[in-house]
């Protein structure tokens, strides 16, 4: 009977340590401090005529703004280019109309048919602490939906690129 007893006790005590050794390797992997993004468009000189595609790329900045709390694990909003390891700069915002626009994470109709009135944004995203530079369009039936896309585009770029893009910070 003791026998039984110490074999229980110590399957039981391997059990506990196998899951507080994955929990602790689990931890360990989601400490990387997430890339910090700056969201921006170019603006019209103060005093020049705006041009017409200036708001709407406005408008998209503001999206992808908004969408950017649902994508807090990796990217978090950066309050100036300076203070970014990402700034990502949007190019254009259009409706397609008629055209099979496909992304890498929207494909509005897999069967190949054309998709009308879709949202599209345009963006170029680039690393501040290195050379590296990508465009990156999303699409979707909103325009909320297209920026999300072109930040699921985003995460899929920093998690491939992540320790060439984080700062490091400095030793004191």
């Not at 009977?1 to 992997?29: C, D, H």
């Not at 100036?80 to 990502?88: G, I, P």
């Amino acid at each position: 009977m003791n026998n039984v007893i110490r074999r229980t006790i110590l399957l039981v005590t391997f059990i506990l340590v196998g899951s507080l050794a994955m929990t602790v390797a689990a931890t360990g992997t989601a400490t990387k401090p997430p890339l910090r993004i700056y969201i921006f468009t170019k603006v019209a000189t103060p005093g020049a005529l705006l041009p017409p595609d200036q708001q709407p790329r406005q408008d998209s900045v503001t999206d992808l703004k908004k969408r950017l709390v649902s994508h807090t694990e990796l990217l978090v909003e950066a309050p100036s280019a300076d203070q970014a390891d990402l700034t990502l700069e949007v190019l254009r915002r259009d409706l397609k109309n008629g055209e099979n626009v496909r992304t890498p994470t929207f494909d509005p109709h897999p069967d190949g048919s054309s998709a009308t009135g879709t949202n599209v944004v345009a963006v170029l995203l680039k690393a501040t602490r290195n050379e590296s530079a990508t465009h990156i369009v999303g699409a979707g039936p909103t325009w909320l939906y297209a920026a999300d896309d072109v930040l699921t585009g985003v995460e899929r770029w920093g998690k491939k690129n992540y320790d060439t893009l984080v700062r490091k910070e400095e030793k004191k």
